[in-house]
């Protein structure tokens, strides 16, 4: 038993001081170092919750009906591809569609099953829920934001449009939770309380490190922990060593082909926090898919 990683009730504690912890950081360090912090965590643990894809892929349909590896990896290319090429004739819309993917993955890694209802309830709440976590992060740090945007989409979306957007998807998720989802009065507290103190986080840190921290305490380790017991059976240090050498090579593609982009790219852009964005936005929803069929298989 010494090997074992907390349980997943004790993983959201973790995540709670992991937070109070990244803020203490944001306070006493520098935007420099905290965007240091926010790539090493972004290319290490961000990409690497993302870099079993392929092998989940396999892994999640029937043995019978597993597709060959080199399909799958053609497959997954070929939709990377298109959703760059997406971004580049329809950005606005690419990135609207982003947005929701997103907030609906993030939700459902947030609600973690642990929510009954219809399938239609649930979905909506774990969009309305991962917008409003984007929402008060992009509401922190409206004209970084809106600089962003720009560079990938060459559209201006002001910044004063999160204000209003905030304000009506903290009502609906509100409404919607307590109206539709028993839970008991603590939990519904506590789920408030992390919002609140996401609040906090994201007006004191940059915008890097507010993201890495979502990002990277809030997503990628419980969705790691997710991943691992479900290969594996068991969460454990050793099961966290075998995910690590069965990604590694996918894991080291994708942060070497963010570098050549880097490299190839440098020019158009101009600024790297864009660039790491379209990367992140290219080899996202492939992820969503996948994590989505995961949950429901
Ligand atoms: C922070 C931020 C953005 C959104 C990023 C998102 C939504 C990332 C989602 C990543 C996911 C879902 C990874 C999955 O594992 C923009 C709008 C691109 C640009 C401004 C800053």
Known sequence: MQNQLPEIVKLKNWMLVGTFFALWIS????????????????????????????????????????????KVLLCY???????????KFLPLVLIGVFLIF?????????????????????????VNYGLL???????????????????????????AIWR??????????????ILKFKQKVSTRFRELLILLVLYIVFNTASLLWSFAIYFIIWHSVPSLSDQIQYLYGELSWKNFFKYFRTSFWYWAAAVVSLF??????????????????????????????????????
Not at 54 to 64: D, F, G, M, P
Not at 77 to 87: E, N, R, Y
């Open 260 to 297: 050549g982009l880097f490299l190839f790219f440098s020019k158009a852009f101009d600024e790297v926090v864009p660039m790491l964005f379209a990367f992140i936005i290219a080899i996202t929803f492939p992820h969503v898919l996948v994590i989505d069929k995961l949950r429901r298989s």
């Open 102 to 126: 997103s907030a609906y993955h993030f939700g459902e890694q947030h609600w973690n099953g642990g929510l009954s209802g219809s399938r239609i309830s649930k979905t909506t709440l774990y």
């Open 164 to 177: 209003s957007l905030l304000f009506i998807l903290l009502i609906t998720f509100v409404l919607q939770y």
């Open 133 to 159: 976590v984007l929402t008060i992060l992009f509401h922190a740090h409206g004209k970084e934001v809106e600089n962003i945007l720009l560079k990938l989409t060459d559209f201006v979306v002001p910044a």
């Open 77 to 87: 290319l070929g939709f990377i591809a298109m959703v760059i090429a997406l971004l």
């Open 27 to 70: 306070v006493y360090f520098n935007k420099a170092t905290e965007e240091v912090l926010a790539y090493v965590l972004i290319l290490s643990f961000g990409i690497l919750h993302g870099s079993n894809d392929i092998k989940l892929i396999r892994a999640t349909s029937y043995n019978e009906n597993a597709p060959g590896m080199m």
